[in-house]
């Protein structure tokens, strides 16, 4: 987002206005860019990055935040140096509370996301290594016959 809307300046310390011209009830007040952080690949890691911005929900518009959480889930990270497996309960139950008590949906570690979103391309190669080993192994095979 910063080097799309800022190429030629640091984003630190501009402005942005969310909701503009969406009528009274989105309106918000300029924020200030108080950090820039690295692209972010939300769905898959073969897209190309989208511009993104992290807003805490509690500075938000509350137009602009029922809106959002009637289009798509609210995405939390936590980051533990423990084993993440054993905090999911107590995890879930303190999203579920923070968020006002929406549900609280799949919780997967980051090691699962990235498997998951890399599995297609990993399947893939394990067919084109069957098909290779397959046109590259069996005429040798058949020789030794």
Request: charged share 20%.
């Amino acid at each position: 987002m910063a080097r799309r809307y800022w190429p030629q300046k640091d984003a630190l310390g501009q402005q942005i206005v969310i909701g503009k011209g969406l009528g009274p009830k989105f309106e918000d007040k300029p924020r200030t860019i108080i950090g820039v952080f690295g692209d972010t690949h939300d769905d898959d890691l073969a897209q190309i990055p989208e511009p993104t911005m992290a807003i805490p929900d509690a500075q938000m518009p509350d137009g602009i935040v029922d809106l959002m959480s009637q289009f798509g889930p609210i995405w939390w990270m936590v980051r533990t140096e423990m084993e993440p497996h054993q905090f999911i309960p107590a995890i879930s139950e303190k999203l579920h509370s923070a968020s006002g008590g929406r549900p609280v949906g799949t919780v997967q570690t980051m090691d699962d996301l990235l498997a998951g979103s890399i599995s297609t391309q990993n399947f893939n190669m394990l067919l084109l290594s069957i098909f290779a080993a397959q046109h590259c192994c069996l005429p040798l095979l058949g020789s030794m016959e």
